[in-house]
Structure formats: C-alpha cells, structure tokens
C-alpha cells in the first residue's frame, strides 16, 4: 500500500487542523493504520491509531481529547482531525500502514510526512 499524507501548515495555538492520508491499493481496508509524528530533535511517537473496520481506536495520552482519527475505507482515506492545537504538537506527521492495529503494532508501510507547526 503506498501512503500519501497532506493538511499540514500553520496555525495558531487553540486552532484545528485536519490531516488527510490517501492510500492506493485495493486491500487498503485490511490495513490497520496510524498517525505518527517526529518533532525537531526527538524520536518519532505515535499518535494516533485506528482498526481496519474503523471500530477501535487508540491515542497517544499527549493528545487524547483533542485529536480524532477516523477512516474512509470506500475513499482509501485515513484523517486527523487536530482539536486546540499547541506549539508542542509541532512537528512532521506521518501516516502508516500495519497488518496489526494499534500504537504497539509494527508499521511496514509509511507516506512523506506532513508539517505542521502551532504558534504561540
């Protein structure tokens, strides 16, 4: 599955954003996906994850509450929805396929990262 993020920019603190990931390939709905994010001089963490079937979901404690990720298995498209953004959410996002589900799944497939950048 190739995997193609977008939505990122700049945006004030208490703002919103919404990301969009576009997947190609025809077994997209039997991939559980996530949203990762790397900022300037750290490791990359995960976000946000979500089932195949869109059922379950998973957040990263750092944003639970304020981003919902949600997916289109008829459109092959995965969102973020970034809610009352701060300047520590700032970083490049990622979009990514597993064959799991979950933050703890490993990720085989991954899109160009996104930037989006909150300002004070």
């Known amino acids: 599955v190739q995997l193609q993020a977008s939505g990122g920019g700049l945006v004030q603190a208490g703002g919103s954003l919404r990301l969009s990931c576009a997947a190609s390939?025809?077994?997209?709905?039997?991939?559980?996906m996530g949203w990762f994010r790397q900022a300037p001089g750290k490791e990359r963490e995960i976000v946000a994850a979500i089932s195949w079937s869109g059922r379950n979901t998973d957040y990263a404690d750092s944003v639970r509450g304020r981003f919902t990720i949600s997916r289109d298995n008829a459109k092959n498209m995965v969102y973020l929805q970034m809610n009352n953004l701060e300047p520590e959410d700032t970083a490049v996002y990622y979009c990514a396929a597993t064959t799991g589900w979950g933050r703890y799944s490993q990720y085989d497939y991954w899109g160009q990262g996104t930037q989006v950048t909150v300002s004070s």
């Open positions: 390939g025809r077994t997209f709905s039997r991939y559980g």
